[in-house]
């Protein structure tokens, strides 16, 4: 078999299909296969056993390139890299390497043609921005799916189609670099790139291979297509290639959304107004109305652990932004605090930490004079505190050091703008950044009850 073929349930019974990593999509991808009577074989970093039919193999048994080699189609976990050692030979041998969101677009391309296709990637925003689109898209009245980098892994709504469930009218997929490395075919009807900035240096060593990672998500692109990207993203600009389809460029300048009342619009600061934008925009390119667009602007409460409101005085304010993971998110936390009326000459105290990237860990010189032009207080915390205190202390004169999470606040006097927005991943310590977010929430609602 070739790639060629991978288009319909019937073309899948019988084919040799590997799943490399067993995580929440690569457990979904593995149901799908066995569904489609495929001859599946498992590989995992730890041992697993399943109900279904299969073979298991560790990733580490000196056997398993051989084995991976002789599939018809490996489905790659997006944690897992492409230049991963043990997919050596089966590049060598030209086996299609997929994610579960290419097979996944295909199948449903023959199950359900009629459906609307919507994705949105960007180093920042991306759940925002999809979260908000999928509900417009609910108060118009569409049935929706959201998922990809978040929420329900793509393959299951693939099996309730085959079990004869109607499909939703429109698929909105949050897709990260990691999944968009390996699409191939995947042509969305409206697509999105809202921002790129240096992330991920784990995985690329330069930004341009990240932002041409992002890229992919507008490759397939023609006659009929829109693209939307923000016209002051240099990166967007630079590795998007024009073609046959509309480009639609957001100017920061002009927010306002003639037309829309913004009054009622809820998350806190000026990115959000950006994402808000692009998911009027995306929305309208699967034909919603404007009513429903206005009844997202003034019901959305925004995502938890993005710039959350946590406790409130006419004193303090505390945000919990622990899904920022990179510096430019973190930036856009502190930049939306100083243009918010109530709090922008406010002192701000920015708690920074996390697990440890490897590469470009230390903010690059432009990061450090917004920094210091933005006028924080930081307290670090995590594996980055106990790596980089030193490093921190010389570049900002302001920083000190939590040596335990739990005494994260011990220092805060209560006054000004608490912003918990780390900059870093949250493994070192917790399971997900919703974990650690749920674990400062705690740490700061009772520290701010003793305030009272």
Known sequence: M?????????????????????????????????????????????????????????????????????????????????????????????????????????????????????????????????????????????????????????????????????PPATIVLELSSFQLESLFKFRPHGCAILNISASHGERYEHVRDYAEAKARIAMNLGAGDTFISFKDDRWSEKVVQAGAFFWDRIDGAHLDMEGFDLTGFKPFGRHNLVNLNFAARLAKVAGAKDESIQFGIDSFLGVSHRLENIAESDEYIVLNDSKSTNWASTIAAIESVRIDAKWKHSKITLLVGGKCRGHHDLPDDDTVDRLLHLNVEIVLFGEFAKAHAEGMKKLFKATTVAKKFEGLLQEWDGKGVLLFSPAFPSFDEFKSYGDRGDQFRKLATSHTAGLT
């Open 2 to 166: 070739n790639d060629g073929t991978f288009a319909s349930v019937e073309s899948l019974k019988g084919a040799k299909i590997t799943v490399f990593g067993l995580g929440v999509t690569g457990l979904s991808a593995a149901k799908l296969a066995s569904k489609l009577q495929a001859e599946l074989l498992l590989v995992n970093q730890q041992a697993a056993s399943f109900e279904f039919n299969h073979r298991f193999i560790l990733q580490d048994d000196p056997n398993a390139a051989k084995a991976m080699a002789e599939s018809d189609l490996i489905l790659l976990s997006p944690g897992i890299p492409r230049d991963h050692p043990v997919l050596a030979l089966a590049h060598e041998k030209s086996i299609p390497i997929w994610n579960e969101i290419e097979l996944c677009f295909l199948l449903l391309r023959k199950l359900a043609p009629a459906v609307k296709w919507l994705a949105v990637t960007g180093t920042n925003g991306k759940t925002t921005t999809v979260t908000l689109l999928g509900e417009i898209l609910s108060f118009d009245g569409r049935g929706v799916f959201v998922g990809g980098n978040i929420g329900t892994p793509l393959c299951e709504l693939v099996l309730d189609t085959m079990a004869g469930k109607k």
